[in-house]
């Protein structure tokens, strides 16, 4: 991916400060909200169905994150995909943990139904979202991103991108795929810095406006891919300084806030996959 498009999608971020529109899980909500701020982007966590299908239409973007889903939290999440598809407003999905219930595939069946312009999941996720084999432990993953590759292929028929996350992420249009290197173990020992990470994609997809939810997905491709970098190079600064998980959080969100488009082109690795 060329440094010039990576350096596009970061600076448009910054300089739109994108509303995210966030429907997430109980254990993610604070979270998500600290790392969107540190980022630049702006948070709003409006779940209820009296007013979450009205809210989005104000958003540059929506995050569905599946992560303590009741039936109630479902009907909510269908309502407002369903106004964010209808408006053209660029949406993510975050099937946590699909494969380990039958109402957790079935929401995402329904889900599915209204076309989100990106899916992020760990190897596992994708699999079973996909109705594949999958070795899903709770939240965490047991398949490796190799191994779940043909099943993010046979979901864009679903997404315009989808995106695994694991030791070396990789993000695919079905025709153009990246494998990003970036990140740290650490990242894995804070509460919601994947799901975190869901909503950052959101705010990098949602940056450009109108143009994200065109049919050509190389804009969302870049834009997703440009959010894997971003994050991971702030993971891998961050580390430098912890000493444990509680002292990774508070330099991960300062590595957001402080990180520069010049210091991401320098130390980008991605290719392309």
């Not at 760990?122 to 996909?130: F, K, P, T, V, Y």
């Not at 969302?220 to 600064?237: I, P, R």
Request: glycine share 6%; aromatic share 6%.
């Amino acid at each position: 991916m060329q440094s010039d498009l990576i350096h596009h999608c970061f600076t448009t971020f910054k300089d739109t400060s994108p509303l995210v529109h966030n429907i997430t899980n109980d254990v993610a909500n604070n979270t998500v909200a600290n790392v969107l701020l540190a980022a630049g982007a702006s948070p709003a966590m409006v779940h209820d169905i009296n007013e979450a299908p009205e809210f989005v239409k104000l958003a540059q973007a929506l995050a569905i994150n599946i992560g303590t889903l009741t039936q109630t939290t479902l009907q909510s999440m269908l309502a407002t995909v369903a106004v964010a598809h209808s408006e053209g407003i660029p949406w993510i999905l975050d099937p946590v943990a699909v494969g380990a219930t039958s109402f957790r595939q079935q929401a995402c069946t329904e889900l599915l139904k209204f076309k989100p312009d990106v899916i992020r999941g760990n190897a596992s996720e994708i699999l079973a979202l996909a109705g594949m084999s999958s070795r899903t432990k709770g939240t965490d993953s047991g398949d490796s991103v190799d191994r779940a590759k043909e099943a993010a292929q046979q979901l864009t028929q679903y997404a315009k991108v989808v995106v695994i996350t694991g030791a070396i992420d990789w993000a695919t249009d079905g025709t153009h795929s990246y494998s990003v290197d970036h990140g740290h173990p650490m990242m894995t020992q804070v509460t919601a810095i994947g799901c975190a990470l869901t909503a950052v994609i959101a705010g990098f997809i949602g940056a450009d406006g109108p143009k994200a939810t065109e049919s050509n997905s190389n804009l969302l491709l870049n834009a997703a891919t440009t959010a894997l970098c971003y994050y991971g190079q702030a993971g891998e600064l961050a580390a430098q300084k912890a000493e444990g998980p509680g002292s990774f959080y508070v330099h991960f969100l300062d590595a957001l806030y402080n990180l520069e488009a010049q210091t991401l082109i320098n130390h980008l690795r991605v290719t392309s996959s």
